[in-house]
């Protein structure tokens, strides 16, 4: 690999060797004037992640500078603590990692795979890789089409294109950013504390902006175990398999959900992208002329989206029914509490007038 393709690949051992070999220091890095550019686009970096624009590398920079500035927008990450940043920016960097991934050479390709325990050999078309390999970073991604079942096996081989093996990178590039985050010594964090002050205000401003509650006439309490699961993942800036996404979409709209506001609540997601979004779920909401009713409990199952079962659970056969169930018993319990209350304030007004 050569310095170009360390740019675009800068978390790969061969990267990191080069870093050393040039005598690149991080002490001077994140404090000598000279590197000032390589600490500006790591704060880019970050604050790209942040934004729901698609992801440009900065070509004023050189690639030994681009490659560079990718270790200071993980120390910047650190620095802040929030855990919602971290997968953000991990999935950001897998995501741009994935843009040049399916555009290269087979050959290229397969060196990068290696670099993540991903070996492979190609026979036309196909991507052939053991099938131990391809379910360490096929599992997280919960979609049926990447089932074990789903896919060509021969002799424990997994026969995939190689859209699906770079993705299977790109998984990988996610994961090793997102759990490698480490503290940032004190003496390399004060010079980037300016750095990192920007990108925290920009954090705050975006979460600010999200209404995160569910609220008026819909009623969380009222959720069935499932759809509260999904909904708190989302919240805490989880990504969630397309159909977690969709069975979530139709049931906020099934029970009277106003789009924008479900439009709001993806906004945490950590690959969210405001024109896809938004044609998804007014796509589910009903603008195609079809608005879609959300999958049974039996379809939760069958795609590993049912968390939590209660004993109403066991009486239901949809979440659309838990919910009206579970809305009227709480309607119930209200009325009897309210008359309950009312008939203590009689006795004691009584009380009072003895």
Request: hydrophobic share 35%; net charge positive; glycine share 4%.
């Amino acid at each position: 690999m050569d310095v170009v393709t360390f740019a675009k690949y800068p978390f790969v051992q061969e990267a990191l060797a080069y870093v050393t070999e040039q005598g690149f220091t991080i002490e001077d890095i994140v404090s000598r004037p000279a590197y000032g550019l390589i600490r500006t686009r790591g704060k880019k970096r970050v604050l790209e992640a942040l934004s729901t624009q698609d992801t440009k590398d900065d070509m004023s920079l050189q690639p030994e500078e681009e490659l560079l500035s990718f270790p200071v927008a993980r120390m910047l990450v650190s620095m802040t603590g929030d855990t919602y940043l971290m997968r953000r920016y991990a999935v950001w960097e897998a995501k741009r990692a994935y843009a040049f991934l399916v555009n290269e050479k087979d050959k290229d390709l397969l060196a990068v795979g290696r670099d993540f325990r991903l070996p492979a050999r190609v026979e036309g078309r196909d991507f052939i890789l053991h099938f131990t390999d391809y379910l360490r970073y096929s599992a997280p991604l919960r979609s049926m089409d990447w089932k074990l079942i789903s896919q060509k096996i021969i002799k424990g081989m997994v026969y995939i294109d190689k859209d699906s093996y770079a993705r299977l990178i790109e998984e990988a590039i996610r994961e090793k950013i997102q759990t490698s985050v480490s503290p940032v010594p004190a003496p390399l964090a004060a010079p980037l504390k300016p750095y990192a002050d920007e990108i925290v205000i920009e954090l705050n401003k975006l979460k600010s902006r999200l209404n995160m509650n569910v609220s008026g006439d819909v009623s969380r309490y009222s959720f069935p175990p499932c759809m509260n699961y999904l909904l708190s993942e989302l919240q805490k800036g989880v990504n969630l398999p397309h159909t977690a996404r969709f069975a979530l979409t139709s049931f906020l709209a099934n029970i009277g959900y106003d789009k924008d506001k479900i439009m709001e609540l993806y906004r945490m997601a950590p690959d969210f992208r405001e024109d896809l979004t938004r044609y998804q779920v007014e796509h589910i909401t009903g603008a195609g002329g079809t608005e879609y009713t959300s999958p049974s409990c039996k379809t939760m199952i069958t795609y590993g989206n049912c968390y939590g079962k209660d004993k109403l659970c066991e009486y239901v056969s949809h979440p659309l029914t838990y919910y009206r169930k579970a809305s009227m018993r709480r309607a119930k319990l209200q009325t009897t509490a309210q008359k309950e209350l009312a008939n203590k304030e009689a006795e004691e007004a009584v009380k009072a007038e003895k």
